[in-house]
């Protein structure tokens, strides 16, 4: 007997243009043989959990049931795709693992796919250290959901463990507001002029020489901050002119790091990052599945790498203009409608605007999304880092997370693209690089 009602559960949920998108990266890292499309969150502890106990807590989630008794109707031309609810009875399972090396995740868990075909779109690990600490892990599919939509999931989470009444209407997307096909297309001439002039050759990618990855594989690295550090951090993005907050100052950082490594390697070419919008209404408490996100893109030439400063200076006059622009709710408008289009035309034609290339980097922040989760399972959280989506090219993805007023840089990177030197490069860069009055 489930603790909710399983009939209020949507039978059908649409696409966003946003999910779709991610659709056509899920193509994409199967035929560069890389990574997969799924995102893992990891909550360290100081103590031992009981997988019993996490288990039973997930079970009671309509959202978690609902993520493992689904499957994908791919739209025909002018149909969009849908998640379809099929209730076969499928739960989550807690796998149990021991691990040798503190903090780490067990290759097994980075090696584990979640495709469109999968069985369940929502996975969950405890791994054991030697210390008596532990690590839970979760994975999905990140067709499904977006960081924010995390955020929302934990704390659905917790709402369960501590018996709170919720608003499953918040759950799930509503009712989308209908869109003209003279609107899509006067829409579509506009974002496509600008995507192509943004991202037009030549554009450096760390991974462009390579189109298949040999590794197949995510792997990763976290550099922390102390408290004090993160306050230095965020005082010299003021200094250095990023406004509403750190962001921008960031991008310039990762920035830097990806020219100088090009200016080692002898290589040329602009900068283009394209960078995560959140779509949601400010303050908004939903929906939590369903990606949202939109992009605001940059691209940075080289005489505009001179300084952190001038970085920054570039990249705000590219922010402001492109919001002026409505290029989020534009390229919003345009995933939707690209929702119509069958999805070998779709990855057909993302992959030939940019050549094969998507970025020269990947970035993107969670913000103070987590900085508050103190607690998940009623246990002390004592730390938070997250494993990203890893789209080769380029196998580069820097993520921002801030949790208890630390900063950490978890870095998500394919070997290929990556080696051991250019690593520890990239590690020593950042150190320097955000720490550093500009």
């Known amino acids: 007997m489930h603790p909710f009602n399983k ?3 949507p039978k059908k949920v649409i696409l966003s243009g946003a999910d779709c998108f991610h659709l056509v990266l899920d193509k994409h890292a199967q035929k560069h043989g890389a990574g997969g499309n799924v995102m893992r969150k990891i909550f360290h502890f100081n103590k031992p959990l009981s997988a019993g106990t996490i288990e039973a807590i997930l079970k009671r989630s309509p959202v978690i049931y609902w993520l493992c008794n689904i499957r994908l109707r791919e739209g025909l031309l002018f149909q969009k795709p849908c998640w379809e609810f099929i209730d076969k009875g ?5 796998r149990q ?8 995740v067990p290759r097994e868990i980075l090696g584990r796919d979640i495709s469109i075909r999968s069985d369940r779109f929502i996975e969950a690990d405890l791994v054991h250290y030697p210390s008596g600490a532990c690590a839970f892990i979760v994975s999905w599919n990140h067709i499904l959901l977006d960081a924010k939509g995390t955020t929302l ?4 989470l917790n709402a369960i463990s501590e018996n709170k009444e919720q608003d499953h209407a918040l759950f799930f997307p509503g009712p989308e507001k209908k869109t003209n096909i003279i609107t899509y297309i006067r829409n579509m001439y506009k974002v496509k002029h600008f995507v192509q002039q943004s991202a037009k050759p030549p554009v450096y990618s760390v991974g462009e020489k390579k189109k298949k990855s040999e590794e197949g594989l995510t792997a990763e690295k976290i550099i922390a901050f102390s408290s004090e550090e993160t306050k230095i951090i965020i005082a010299n993005a003021r200094k250095a002119g990023s406004r509403f907050g750190p962001t921008l100052y960031l991008i310039a950082c990762c920035s830097q790091i990806i020219d100088r490594l090009r200016r080692l390697k002898k290589r040329s070419g602009d900068l283009w990052i394209p960078v995560p919008y959140d779509g949601r209404l400010k303050g908004a408490n939903g929906p939590l599945i369903s990606n949202t996100v939109s992009f605001l893109f940059y691209r940075i030439p080289e005489q505009e790498l001179t300084s952190v400063p001038a970085t920054v200076k570039y990249l705000g006059a590219q922010m402001m203009e492109q919001i002026k622009l409505g290029i989020p709710q534009r390229y919003t408008l345009f995933l939707n409608m690209m929702r119509h289009v069958p ?3 779709y990855y057909f034609l993302v992959s030939k605007t ?21 607690s998940l399972f009623g246990e002390p959280i004592r730390d938070i880092s997250m494993i990203p989506a890893l789209t080769f090219p ?23 693209s990556v080696n051991p ?3 520890d490069f990239i590690e020593a860069q950042i150190k320097q690089l955000l720490i550093t009055e500009h």
């Not at 499928?90 to 807690?94: F, K, R, T």
């Not at 999931?153 to 659905?156: A, R």
């Not at 630390?406 to 870095?411: A, G």
């Open 7 to 9: 009939s209020l559960l």
């Open 90 to 94: 499928s739960e989550i399972i807690v």
């Open 97 to 104: 693992h021991q691990c040798a090396a503190e903090n780490e």
């Open 153 to 156: 999931l934990f704390e659905h």
């Open 343 to 345: 999805l070998w035309l």
């Open 354 to 374: 940019g050549k094969g290339v998507f970025a020269s980097y990947l970035y993107t922040s969670t913000g103070d999304n987590f900085n508050n989760l103190r």
């Open 394 to 416: 380029p196998g580069l993805t820097f993520v921002f997370l801030k949790h208890d007023d630390q900063l950490s840089v978890n870095i998500a990177y394919s070997p290929d």
């Open 421 to 423: 030197d250019e690593l």
